[in-house]
């Protein structure tokens, strides 16, 4: 293999793992707040739909290089519509979570696909459109095999780095973050102290809505440029693991999220090696999710995990 | 009778009921914001499934699966585990039916059938019972690795489909000899696809009651699924009820594929995504308060919407996606009975307060 | 007394639940640099109308006063404005936080956007100093002791400005050292201008600290008297409504064999720590051994280890002579072990099951119970009846869900169930926690009775009173390690709290 393509590969991880960085920094937020959020799948649906409606409606106005931003922010907007729904099922309800998280992918799933064949005079993807397009860094950019890899990439890619950093900022070093991880770990804790532990839980949720939102966004706005049913397959649950596999911390999760992003881009470039054509294709497809169990079998169990996560708060048992 | 009585008395039915009509006033809002007739759609829903005895077969065929993957993630769950992975456990179960069905062609019919039979439940069960493995011993939450077995089922399904069982040229297996098709109903039915995995599916569920309430192991499970930390305290070993709970659930979803390939299609495609039976099954499950016969139930009404739904596209041009949101619907106001609650105080009021007095 | 008004005056509150009054129009006021307890039962009211106070819950009617002006306090947020603060009896402390991230939650101080670590931790460290309270601003609270935890909850009280401070059962988990550093605190903090209300069923410290006590019983306020004009048995008389004696009445003991035997045994928990180190001792038949100590000595992994819920690394563990270590825990039952586990809602019961289930929790698989994989439903639910009657655990039926029970029949379920199986050893842990006195005695009872028909008790609890009364000879546990054995008459408090404390070994003179 030559530096070009390890350059070109490496480019590819990160434009595979953009989304999942997104999707796994809002479980993060929802997670840490004590909400499990299996519906990270559905809400990467809400946002790519979003996005590729938003996106072509735009474009169809006139406003072609706003056009993606446009999506990105319709996205931002329908998964946090998305996440509501579980927000209340799950806070205010006390909807066992991992049930709601699962309504929410039903929701996604049935809801896009109807508004699609709505809008579209019933077909089975939204029309196609351009969507991002690469940004070189000026100079960084010029870098030999790293200017490749790092600095020629989606604007969106970009946006997923420094989103790690200020997620992590925000939890570890405001009072925002201290307030959300205490919900999480000790909802009476922070109740009595005048924390309104549902109101951080609705926060959290929300903020995963959000970012997922995006995260599903950026695959159709840099990858598929349409929204069909297999847009969405599986990579919200991959998020999931990502979180878990980076032990709820944003740092961890972005070296997950690159990780699985990589096993992902391996696809495009196993055939170049002799030796794959003896390897079925299905096996080349089966790796991010085997590899999903292993790592999840060998990585620490639910012992970092948040110790309310999952358990609704009532406040008469505190 | 007092069971009876007492079975109506309690709200667990109520809850469903309403959540039930609910979900349908959901969906009849979502067709009136996108311009359709609620109830000339609802209309030809239910025309679709009683127009015609074909029509009815056909129904009860497409209920057949979702009874056993109800029952399938229903199982599981009375012993606290969250079987996500039924898809995958079916397609499992449908390639082991596929596999036995071609490839021991030789064997007599009355071996055949109970053989593919068999072996799709032993593997639908096995593959299942991966995820319960995992939890049991390393503790690795049974959701996320039932949802990535389901990938790794489908794409070593169309691997085996694809490199001994396929047709060349074609996306698809060899017609498989095995039937499992009530063919003496064909008349009745105007050949309708019926077969015996709605028997089995039947049988299936009073399997599952009188497992879980009348045996010891049921007993067992059950104190496993309520509070696993009293059932170790009592001597129970959970992680044995946790690996036996999602083989038994396997199982039931892999007889789903036998039926499904041995009873309707006849052979087995290479399927482009996920088939969807275990999302269903799920739905199912949480719609039949994850009792054996309220899945049935369940699976009956879901059968019928699924089903219907061909119509009301075809005959009010709405599509057929729609039903996926009055199931969310109908399972989200499950989940969150406290809306239901809600929504029904104003009756309860009453009955509550003369309790309390 | 002064003329200004009381600090606290609250004037006929009245809570009600489904079911209960929890407080029956209630008035009590507080004077400024007061202690004032409040004395009663497990579930007489007192933490209810502790919680109305703070703000968790609102009165059904009466009024609250502050310093002579009524208020409504509508949430905790409220209530820390107008100066009230309360030490929670369950710790409200998050576990991987520092102390000073614990104690600034919810007020912290800000540099820019970000929080100013650096000046909270100064603060915090100030009013260490002011209070004498010791405390590491940047330890993590897994890491320091249960002691130290509580200075934590009341210097977050502190920190918000509090003057009123409400102790909820806080010797609770203390040794009886902590207890007296406690009590210092307590002075100290009257000493500074503050007033506390302090929540106790403790009889000796009130008269240790408390100028005035009024006592509840049932959601009614029997009476307010001053300390110095009382004494312990005319409380003790007023809470519980009867003439009670706390001593317990029983037989000298007739001791046998060795039953149970632990030998050098050792285990680790999942980081590899050290939890049961070296640890050994025996329990013979008709005798109740006492493992006394503080909380999280390696008590219930000691219980655990035993019970064959957890593997230990080395050493044996002997009943009648047999190995036991690391066996299931159904082949240790089977070895007449019986079990009251120390959380009954976690370990003792399936709340979900009937009665009538859980009272087969651990016996279904065997004959008549079991017939052919069946479950044998009407030999299940006779058994169950027999076993209610026998026991008198207050249930409307035997099928109805043991979740609907109250703590003391719940309790009274899983004894008669461990007893019944006929025991040669019976294990105990924390049987009487949460329980009101009636249920005590009867819980204390049955582990004596059981001892006089020549069974082994080992009986592990926090409270040194029942340690004293109902062993006859105690062992003291110190970080997984027994460090000492006594005999109850011929110890006391200072003695064993100075071995819980690990500062002394095998107690003096006194030694077995």
């Known amino acids: 293999m030559d530096l070009l393509t390890l350059g070109q590969m490496l480019n590819t991880t990160l434009v595979f793992s953009t989304a999942l960085i997104f999707a796994a ?107 991002f397009s690469k940004y070189p860094i000026p100079l960084l950019s010029q870098i030999p095999v790293l200017g490749q890899g790092l600095f020629n990439n989606y604007p969106t890619t970009y946006l997923a780095i420094i989103l790690v950093v200020v997620v992590y900022f925000l939890l570890f070093k405001t009072p925002f973050g201290l307030r959300l991880r205490a919900v999480g770990e000790h909802p009476s804790a922070a109740d009595t102290l005048g924390v309104n532990v549902n109101r951080m839980r609705y ?110 708060y009532d406040p008469s048992k505190r | 009778m007092f069971k009876l009585k007492k079975i109506f008395a309690t709200d667990s039915y109520i809850v469903p009921v309403v959540a039930i009509l609910l979900g349908l006033l959901v969906g009849a809002a979502v067709m009136l914001i996108g311009g359709y007739d609620p109830v000339a759609s609802y209309r030809a829903l239910f025309n679709r499934v009683f127009g015609s005895p074909y029509d009815f077969g056909e129904a009860i065929r497409e209920m057949t699966p979702l009874m056993l993957t109800g029952l399938s993630v229903a199982f599981a769950f009375r012993s606290g585990m969250f079987n996500i992975g039924a898809d995958g456990q079916v397609l499992i179960g449908m390639t082991a039916a596929s596999v036995i069905g071609i490839k021991l062609a030789g064997v007599p019919t009355f071996l055949l059938v109970p053989l593919a039979v068999i072996g799709a439940g032993l593997f639908g069960g096995l593959w299942a019972g991966i995820a319960g493995y ?139 995504g996920s088939p969807g039976y275990g999302f269903d099954g799920i739905a199912v499950a949480l719609l039949g308060i994850t009792h054996p016969f309220g899945v049935i139930l369940a699976a009956i009404l879901y059968g019928m919407l699924t089903y219907g739904s061909a119509g009301m596209s075809f005959d009010a041009n709405v599509p057929p996606e729609l039903i996926r949101i009055v199931i969310g619907s109908i399972i989200f106001f499950i989940a969150a009975q406290g809306i239901v609650r809600w929504v029904l105080k104003p009756f309860y009021f009453k009955r509550k307060k003369e309790k309390v007095l | 007394m002064s003329a200004a008004a009381p600090v606290v005056e609250l004037k006929q509150i009245t809570k009600r639940f489904p079911g209960i009054v929890a407080n029956d129009s209630i008035s009590l006021t507080l004077e400024k640099g007061e202690i004032h307890a409040l004395l009663g039962e497990n579930g007489a009211g007192k933490s209810t109308l502790m919680n109305i106070v703070f703000g968790l819950y609102q009165p059904d009617e009466g009024s609250i006063e502050i310093g002579g002006k009524p208020v409504i306090i509508d949430s905790p947020n409220k209530a820390i404005e107008l100066g009230i603060g309360m030490v929670h009896q369950h710790f409200k402390l998050v576990d991987p936080f520092t ?85 210092a605190i307590m002075k100290r903090l009257v000493a500074e201008g503050k007033s506390i209300i302090l929540i106790t069923h403790k009889l000796k410290e009130i008269m240790t600290i408390a100028d005035r006590v009024t006592i509840i019983r049932r959601g009614k306020v029997i009476d307010t008297v001053r300390t110095s004009e009382t004494n312990p048995n005319d409380l003790a008389e007023k809470m519980v409504g009867r003439g009670v004696t706390f001593k317990v009445d029983k037989q000298p003991p007739n001791i046998g064999k060795a039953v149970l035997k632990l030998d ?38 000691l219980i655990q280890a035993i019970t064959g819920l957890r593997k230990i690394d080395s050493g044996s563990i002997t009943m009648e002579g047999k190995e036991i270590a690391n066996l299931s825990p159904r082949k240790i039952t089977e070895k007449n072990v019986s079990h009251i586990p120390e959380d009954r809602h ?28 069946f479950m044998n439903k009407d030999i299940i639910d006779k058994h169950a009846e027999k076993l209610i009657r026998e026991f008198d655990v207050r249930t409307p039926s035997i099928h109805t869900s043991a979740r609907s029970l109250s703590g003391g029949n719940q309790q009274k379920a899983i004894i008669a169930r461990e007893i019944e199986k006929n025991p040669s050893l019976l294990i105990a842990a924390q049987p009487t926690r949460g329980l009101d006195v009636g249920a005590i005695e009867f819980v204390q009872k049955q582990l004596i009775a059981q001892r006089d028909q020549g069974k082994a008790v080992l009986l592990v609890s926090f409270e040194l009173d029942e340690i004293m009364n109902v062993s006859d000879r105690i062992a003291v546990i110190y970080e997984g390690h027994i460090v000492g054995e006594v005999y109850p008459e011929n110890t006391n408090d200072q003695e064993l709290g100075l071995m819980m404390a690990g500062s002394l070994k095998q107690g003096g003179n006194s030694g077995v």
Request: proline content about 3%; aromatic content about 10%; charged content about 15%.
């Open chain 3, 264 to 301: 050098g045994v050792n285990s680790k928990n999942k980081e590899g720590i050290s939890v049961l180190n070296n640890l050994s001792f025996e329990v013979k038949a008709g005798e109740i051994l006492g493992i006394a100590g503080v909380d999280g000595n390696g008590q219930s992994e």
């Open chain 3, 99 to 183: 102390v000073t991230e614990n104690i600034i939650l919810g007020t912290e101080p800000k540099k820019g956007l970000k929080i100013d670590y650096k000046s909270a931790a100064e603060q915090v460290r100030k009013l260490s100093e002011l209070y004498g309270l010791q405390v590491d601003p940047h330890a993590r609270i897994h890491d320091i002791s249960v002691g130290m935890q509580q200075r934590v909850e009341i210097m977050k009280t502190l920190y918000r400005g509090a003057d009123i401070l409400i102790f909820d059962e806080p010797t609770a988990v203390l040794t009886p050292q902590e207890i007296n550093e406690l009590m």
């Open chain 1, 25 to 131: 920094l809002g479980g993060i937020f929802s997670e840490r707040s004590g909400v499990v959020n299996i519906g990270l799948e559905g809400l990467m649906m809400f946002g790519a739909f979003a996005a590729a409606v938003g996106g072509y409606y735009a474009q169809d106005a006139g406003y072609e290089t706003m056009a993606p931003w446009i999506g990105v922010l319709c996205a931002m907007a329908v998964g946090m519509i998305g996440s509501l729904i579980h927000a209340v099922a799950s806070i205010t309800f006390k909807a066992d979570q991992t049930i709601s998280g699962t309504v929410i992918n039903f929701l996604a799933a049935g809801s896009t696909l109807y508004l699609v064949k709505l809008l579209f005079e019933g077909a089975g993807e939204t029309p196609l459109i351009d969507g």
């Open chain 2, 134 to 272: 995992l939890k049991a011993k390393r503790g690795i939450n049974e959701v996320i690795t039932t949802i990535m077995l389901n990938w790794v089922a489908l794409y070593l399904a169309n691997y085996i489909v694809r490199t001994f069982l396929l047709i060349p040229g074609q996306n698809r297996s060899e017609d498989i000899p095995a039937s499992m098709s009530l063919t003496f109903l064909n008349s009745v039915f105007d050949n309708a696809r019926l077969h015996w995995g709605t028997v089995i599916a039947l049988a299936a569920a009073v399997f599952f009651y009188v497992y879980l309430w009348k045996t010891k192991q049921g007993f067992e499970m059950r104190a496993v699924g309520l509070n696993p930390h009293a059932a170790e305290y009592a001597g129970m070993n959970v992680g044995r009820n946790i690996i036996k709970s999602m083989f038994i659930a396997g199982v039931f979803a892999g007889l789903a594929g036998a039926g499904e390939v041995l009873g309707v299609f006849h052979y087995q495609s290479v399927f482009a």
């Open chain 1, 203 to 312: 926060i959290g949720v929300m903020l995963s809505g959000m970012l997922a939102g995006i995260g599903g966004a950026t695959i159709t706005l840099t990858t598929t440029g349409t929204f069909a049913h297999n847009t969405i397959s599986g990579q919200g649950f991959i998020a999931i693991a990502a979180m878990i596999f980076g032990k709820w911390n944003p740092l961890g999760a972005f070296g997950a999220a690159v990780f699985f992003g990589f096993s992902q881009a391996i696809r495009n470039y196993v055939q170049m090696f002799g030796w794959s054509q003896s390897i079925p294709q299905e096996f080349i497809y089966m790796i991010p999710y085997v590899l999903t169990i292993i790592v999840l079998v060998s990585a620490v169990g639910r012992s970092s995990a948040p110790s309310a996560l999952g358990q609704p």
């Open chain 3, 346 to 373: 976690k370990h003792g019961l399936v709340l979900d099951f009937t009665v009538s289930e859980n009272m087969v929790l651990e016996t279904y698989y065997r004959s008549p119970y079991n017939r052919n994989g």
